[in-house]
Structures are given as structure tokens and as C-alpha cells.
């Protein structure tokens, strides 16, 4: 695949400082890019790099142009965002799949729209909804009355439970499990007694699912996850959630049920939530998160690493702090009583 500078520059709306009809071939790193690739600079930590770059081409903002030219520029006023974007011109990643594979187990009653393709061994249910364009890769699961959006992608090995509904241009990732049980139960004197979760998962439009993620139904309510939404791998979101609007969440984040995230939150890896909380619109998160949060602003909760001396120290001091806090409150009942006598 070859791109000129010219073509680049329009998707992105940059301006071409040098040849627009220079051509290039691929993105590659700042530091190890050749005279046919082009690269880009977003971290100051890597602008000393800039003038000895081989690259055919640099995507920079205006306060990173060199003063010494000594190849092509692409300004821009985002260069992070500037590379995704040239990124997708270049993306080579395959289908889904390719037509409807003859080894695909399609219901009778199964809707599909126009253009879709279904790969080896998928299944789709009696009454599921499949829109135009839609891709639905090896191995996939789409339960009775699902209804899967337009031009929405599932890799393979992706499983959508029964009635959830999931919008346009979404992507989900290999292993995906969209509409699983909640965990509910009852305890009768000891012994679990299930409580069938009735509820759904309903996702919007561009929302992207990261491999091994597990989404469950709610028990009565549904599951909601708004448009715009990008969850990494390996996340758990439980019954009865719900995520607005633009927030991000990372790898391994665990949701207790009915926790509500506003818009436009991101989430760190390995944050965990206790279960019926709220997060207001802005916030960020890295840690544990066991009240409502009502002010936006970064939080933060975790213990920094230690060596295992250290932290044993800390640990039986943390044991203690029952018996510290009572010594401490005797203390200062004894220097109360000795002031007032005084």
C-alpha cells in the first residue's frame, strides 16, 4: 500500500511542510522509520529524535517543527489523534468473515440484513436481528431475539445471550460474553436458590469490547452501556450497570452490580467497584472504589509497592491499630482530665 502526503493531509487536515506527492508505505517509529515510511511525534521525551529521523515524513503540531528541515512535515493539532486516523489508512486487519459459511447454523426465523457475512460453525438463534454489513466471525453465539446493529464486527468465539440488543459499528473482541448471568441468589437456611435474571444487556452505537469480556444481563432492569463507549479485555461489568457515555474502561476492571459510571470517565486497569454506587460525569480512577463519587477529579487508592520485610512491618502494624486507636483515646482522656484539673 502506497499513500502520498497529499492524500494523508486531507483525511487529517494537515498542512504539508515539503513534497506532497511523496509517497509512503507503512507507520513506523520515530527512531527506526525509513525514507518510505512516515512517523509522528506526540511525547516531548522523543523530540530529540526529530532531527535524526530517517522518516519520509513526521506528523507534528506547530510548536514541534523543526527549525532544520530535514525531511517532510505534516502540522497538525493533534498528533495522537492525527496517527490514528493515518493508522486506519493503512489498517490491514482481515474480516470477520467472508460470506456465510456453509458450516454456519442459520434458524429459519433468523433476520439478516444485506451484505451480512457469517464464518465456520457460528449459530444464530430463532428470531435474532442482523443488520446490514454486520460481521459475525468463527464460532460466534447469537441467542433468540438478539439484535445486532449495522456494520457491527464480533471476532470469533463471541457469545450474545438472548434478547440483548447492540447497536451500529460496534466491535467486539475474540471471547466476548455479552448477556451471561448476573450473579444472583437467595439463601434458604443455607442452600443457594437461583434467581433468574430477566433483565438484558442493551449497547449503543461505536461501543468497542475487549477480548474475555463479560457483560451480564440484569436481573429485572437492563444492563446499559451507552454509545461511544471502549471497554479493554478481560473487564467484568454485573448486572444492572450502567456506562455513559464516553468512558473508557481498562484491562481487568471489575463492576459489582448496579454501579452507575458517568459520562466520559475512564477507569484504570484493576479498578475494582463495590456494588451500588455512583461516579459522577469526568472522573478518573485508578484503585478501589467503595462510595459514591459526586465530585469529578482523579482518584486514586492502592498501596505503592514494597519490599516483603517491609511489608509484613506494615501489616502487623495495621493489626494493631484497634489497639493503638484505644491506648490513644485513653491518652488523651487522662491529658483532657489533667487540663481541667489545672
Not at 496517527?83 to 490491514?92: E, G, H, K, P, W
Amino acid at each position: 500500500m502506497s499513500i502520498t502526503l497529499k492524500e494523508i493531509a486531507t483525511k487529517i487536515g494537515a498542512t504539508i511542510i515539503g513534497d506532497e506527492n511523496k509517497e509512503v508505505v507503512r507507520i513506523a517509529n520515530l527512531k527506526t522509520a525509513k525514507s518510505d515510511e512516515i512517523t509522528f511525534l506526540s511525547d516531548n521525551k522523543m523530540r530529540k529524535f526529530l532531527a535524526e529521523t530517517q522518516a519520509g515524513a513526521v506528523i507534528v503540531n506547530e510548536k514541534t517543527v523543526p527549525e532544520d528541515k530535514n525531511t517532510n512535515y505534516l502540522v497538525v493539532k493533534d498528533t495522537y489523534v492525527a496517527f490514528a486516523y493515518v493508522a486506519q489508512m493503512f489498517d490491514t486487519t482481515p474480516r470477520c468473515a467472508e460470506g456465510i459459511h456453509p458450516s454456519a447454523v442459520i434458524a429459519p426465523t433468523a433476520i439478516l440484513g444485506t451484505n451480512v457475512s457469517v464464518g465456520p460453525n457460528a449459530v444464530i438463534e430463532d428470531g435474532a436481528e442482523i443488520g446490514d454489513n454486520a460481521q459475525i466471525g468463527a464460532g460466534c453465539y447469537i441467542g433468540k431475539n438478539a439484535k445486532i446493529g449495522k456494520e457491527t464486527k464480533l471476532w470469533s468465539n463471541v457469545s450474545i445471550y438472548h434478547d440483548c440488543v447492540i447497536g451500529d459499528k460496534c466491535l467486539f473482541q475474540a471471547g466476548a460474553v455479552i448477556g451471561s448471568d448476573g450473579f444472583g441468589y437467595a439463601n434458604e437456611r443455607g442452600e443457594w436458590v437461583k434467581i433468574p435474571q430477566l433483565g438484558r444487556v442493551v449497547i449503543g452505537n461505536r461501543v468497542e469490547i475487549g477480548a474475555n469480556t463479560t457483560i451480564d444481563r440484569g436481573a429485572i432492569d437492563d444492563t446499559e452501556i451507552a454509545d461511544n463507549v471502549i471497554i479493554d479485555n478481560q473487564v467484568v461489568i454485573a448486572h444492572n450497570d450502567k456506562i455513559g457515555y464516553g468512558t473508557a474502561i481498562a484491562g481487568a476492571a471489575v463492576l459489582a452490580g448496579s454501579v452507575e459510571l458517568g459520562r466520559y470517565c475512564i477507569i484504570g486497569g484493576t479498578s475494582v467497584f463495590n456494588g451500588h454506587l455512583k461516579v459522577c460525569d469526568g472522573t478518573q480512577i485508578l484503585g478501589q472504589v467503595h462510595g459514591d463519587i459526586t465530585t469529578p477529579g482523579k482518584y486514586m487508592s492502592f498501596l505503592p509497592v514494597v519490599d516483603g520485610k517491609t511489608w509484613m512491618r506494615t501489616l502487623g502494624h495495621i493489626n494493631r491499630l484497634t489497639t493503638i486507636n484505644k491506648r490513644l483515646s485513653d491518652v488523651e482522656k487522662i491529658v483532657n482530665s489533667t487540663e481541667k484539673k489545672d
